[in-house]
């Protein structure tokens, strides 16, 4: 009966937004100020605060230049549907916790490395790829804490641009996930190879340093709460595009939800393209008794939200709507083989020997 439950339990015991609660509640403006934000966060009984932090006190046209995820051409050309992996779908039979987060696994491991700051460039895609390939990797390999793999954002953003149309160095990037594409073709150098600098915009080494390549990247389900999970569980931090907004950019702590829960584009009717501005990863969950949220790492500094994290409710600001994930394959065992278990990854064999 468990095993059933954690398969077919209804959105609304996660605590998921519905379409039909949000009609009533006043959308965030992106030019709301701190004293607007805060009248509708009271008058739609939300939870959380907002601050004038660093983001808000920019320019409009910086905020806007930080973010910036471009429509494809033709939906029809260009929407790639990727299925679920053979091993994820094999995967979503197995009971999942109420709460997960990389950043605490087992008695106290993280498999997460610091929050990073983009600062003014819109390579905010860079960010969310690095962040899953980081977390596909050090779970794969089990580094954890000050052995976390730190990747190149810069390599991304600008040493692989040339090869693709669908991301642009800080000029964006759109719906296609083509930096998750390049991650497999062509790998990753670590940041100390290249570092990242928002203002020195240049792919400096070329391509003929060494890179990490990854096994396969695959888009998960439209605002399917249990396979973002699933993902989260067993392979790692899961890259996701967000709706944002003034109240978005103000967020210091709590919980955040907003109107945009419904994941349909209004022009196409594809669910992958819900109108999105940001890139941001996923690190974990907390079911939290019917009021769930997800735990999401940005790439605006520690400064920002909760050091850097925001909790957001499960479907809000579209962050359900258009999410992938990367695997990785090491080239030989890192660590020894765990008691047979239904799930094989290295954290688990440290939270079975804790």
């Given at each position: 009966?468990?095993?059933?439950?954690?398969?077919?339990?209804?959105?609304?015991?996660?605590?998921?937004?519905?379409?039909?609660?949000?009609?009533?509640?006043?959308?965030?403006?992106f030019?709301?100020?701190?004293?607007?934000?805060?009248?509708?966060?009271?008058?739609?009984?939300?939870d959380?605060?907002?601050?004038?932090?660093?983001?808000?006190?920019?320019?409009?046209?910086?905020?806007?230049?930080?973010?910036?995820?471009?429509?494809?051409?033709?939906?029809?050309r260009?929407?790639?549907?990727?299925?679920l992996?053979?091993?994820?779908?094999?995967?979503?039979?197995?009971?999942?916790?109420?709460?997960?987060?990389?950043?605490?696994?087992?008695?106290?491991r993280?498999?997460?490395?610091?929050v990073?700051?983009q600062?003014?460039?819109?390579?905010?895609?860079?960010?969310?790829?690095?962040?899953?390939?980081?977390?596909?990797?050090?779970?794969?390999?089990?580094?954890?804490?000050?052995?976390?793999?730190?990747?190149?954002?810069?390599?991304?953003?600008?040493?692989?641009?040339?090869?693709?149309?669908?991301?642009?160095?800080?000029?964006?990037?759109?719906?296609?996930?083509?930096?998750?594409e390049?991650?497999?073709?062509?790998?990753?150098?670590?940041?100390?190879?290249?570092?990242?600098?928002?203002?020195?915009?240049?792919?400096t080494?070329?391509?003929?340093?060494?890179?990490?390549?990854?096994?396969?990247?695959?888009?998960?389900?439209?605002?399917?709460?249990?396979?973002?999970?699933?993902?989260?569980?067993?392979?790692?931090?899961?890259?996701?595009?967000?709706?944002?907004?003034?109240?978005?950019?103000?967020?210091?702590?709590?919980?955040?939800e907003?109107?945009?829960?419904?994941?349909?584009?209004?022009?196409?009717?594809?669910?992958?393209?819900?109108?999105?501005?940001?890139?941001?990863?996923?690190?974990?969950?907390?079911?939290?008794?019917?009021?769930?949220?997800?735990?999401?790492?940005?790439?605006w500094?520690?400064?920002?939200?909760?050091?850097?994290?925001?909790?957001?409710?499960?479907?809000?600001?579209?962050?359900?709507?258009?999410?992938?994930?990367?695997?990785?394959t090491?080239?030989?065992?890192?660590?020894?083989?765990?008691?047979?278990?239904?799930?094989?990854t290295?954290?688990?064999?440290?939270?079975?020997?804790?």
């Open positions: 009966m468990l095993l059933l439950f954690t398969l077919f339990v209804g959105d609304s015991a996660w605590g998921v937004n519905s379409v039909d609660s949000q009609k009533s509640k006043t959308p965030f403006a030019d709301d100020d701190i004293a607007e934000i805060r009248t509708k966060i009271a008058a739609n009984s939300y959380f605060k907002v601050s004038s932090n660093w983001v808000v006190q920019l320019s409009q046209n910086l905020r806007e230049g930080m973010r910036f995820r471009r429509y494809p051409g033709s939906v029809i260009r929407l790639r549907e990727r299925k992996s053979d091993s994820l779908g094999s995967l979503l039979g197995q009971p999942l916790p109420s709460s997960f987060d990389l950043r605490n696994v087992g008695s106290g993280s498999y997460i490395g610091p990073r700051q600062g003014s460039c819109g390579a905010c895609y860079a960010f969310g790829a690095c962040a899953a390939a980081e977390g596909a990797y050090n779970l794969a390999t089990g580094s954890c804490d000050q052995n976390c793999v730190d990747f190149s954002e810069a390599f991304i953003a600008f040493c692989l641009d040339p090869f693709y149309t669908g991301f642009d160095g800080c000029r964006g990037s759109d719906y296609e996930y083509e930096e998750l390049a991650l497999v073709k062509y790998g990753v150098c670590y940041e100390k190879q290249l570092p990242y600098n928002s203002a020195h915009r240049s792919c080494s070329g391509l003929d340093m060494p890179t990490v390549h990854f096994t396969s990247w695959h888009r998960l389900p439209c605002n399917d709460v249990l396979a973002i999970k699933a993902a989260i569980y067993h392979f790692g931090v899961v890259d996701v595009a967000v709706a944002t907004n003034s109240a978005f950019d103000a967020y210091a702590s709590g919980i955040y907003d109107t945009k829960t419904d994941c349909i584009d209004p022009g196409s009717g594809v669910c992958y393209y819900a109108p999105t501005d940001h890139v941001a990863a996923l690190v974990g969950w907390d079911d939290n008794g019917g009021d769930g949220y997800w735990i999401l790492r940005n790439s500094g520690s400064e920002w939200g909760e050091a850097g994290y925001m909790r957001i409710k499960y479907n809000s600001a579209h962050v359900a709507c258009a999410a992938c994930y990367l695997t990785f090491p080239k030989k065992p890192l660590l020894p083989q765990p008691r047979p278990v239904s799930v094989v290295p954290w688990l064999k440290l939270l079975l020997d804790d």
